[in-house]
Nanobody, 115 residues
Framework: QVQLVESGGGLVQPGGSLRLSCAASGFQFSIYPMSWYRQGPGQQRELVAIIFIDGGINYADPVKGRFTISRDNAKNTVYLQMNSLKREDTAVYYC?????????WGRGTQVTVSS
């Protein structure tokens, strides 16, 4: 059974930083792309970043140059380092993987950017 458990969210001031983690289990982590999504208040869920098994990475335009996605296959964990946070980054952040069993989501971690 696939499990994705996010952590690291919280309240941060504009310009601050947070590092999200997603601990994965129940599947062969190293052979699947991993991604982060977010859903802000009243908004649709959107892709933030994706990291492929060859190390290739794509970012959504709003986070380019501020967020960094990385993975540690030995720890079955994917990270999202978020710097220079803005109020509009406020959202629930979800870890995602598509496996042969379909879409898999974590429960999410809340990130609130506010002074």
């Amino acid at each position: 059974q696939v499990q994705l458990v996010e952590s690291g969210g919280g309240l941060v001031q504009p310009g601050g930083s947070l590092r999200l983690s997603c601990a994965a289990s129940g599947f062969q982590f190293s052979i699947y792309p991993m991604s982060w999504y977010r859903q802000g208040p009243g908004q649709q869920r959107e892709l933030v970043a994706i990291i492929f098994i060859d190390g290739g990475i794509n970012y959504a335009d709003p986070v380019k140059g501020r967020f960094t996605i990385s993975r540690d296959n030995a720890k079955n964990t994917v990270y999202l380092q978020m710097n220079s946070l803005k109020r509009e980054d406020t959202a629930v952040y979800y870890c995602h993987v598509w496996t042969t069993n379909g879409d898999n989501w974590g429960r999410g971690t809340q990130v609130t950017v506010s002074s």
